[in-house]
Nanobody, 120 residues
Framework: QLQLVESGGGTVQPGGSLRLSCVVS????????IGWFRQAPGKEREGVSC????????VYADSVKGRFTLSRDSTKNTVHLHMSNLKPEDTAIYYC?????????????WGQGTQVTISS
């Protein structure tokens, strides 16, 4: 059974960087596409990124292209989301999940989430 645990959130100033981590257990990571979505208070879920071991080109939401990078370490069953040039509008709870795209409905079996706050 797929289980996901996110970590790495925090509070940073605009323009700063964070690296989120998602430890995957219960399954073989290489058999799953894993990505991230986010949800801010009062806003709808927004897909951020999705990638797999069989496709070396992760997909990204337009709002994060050029700033966020998805990577995975299969030896540690971990997926990372590297976030740079962060903006206040990136503030949200970030969840990792099994995915098949970056539309809001393209995610399933997410973890408990990690809070990211961008504030000066």
């Amino acid at each position: 059974q797929l289980q996901l645990v996110e970590s790495g959130g925090g509070t940073v100033q605009p323009g700063g960087s964070l690296r989120l981590s998602c430890v995957v257990s219960g399954v073989t990571l290489d058999k799953y596409a894993i990505g991230w979505f986010r949800q801010a208070p009062g806003k709808e879920r927004e897909g951020v990124s999705c990638g797999s071991s069989w496709n070396n080109s992760p997909v990204y939401a337009d709002s994060v292209k050029g700033r966020f990078t998805l990577s995975r370490d299969s030896t540690k069953n971990t997926v990372h989301l590297h976030m740079s040039n962060l903006k206040p509008e990136d503030t949200a709870i970030y969840y990792c999940a099994a995915c098949w795209g970056t539309s809001a409905a393209d995610f399933a079996s997410w973890g408990q989430g990690t809070q990211v706050t961008i504030s000066s």
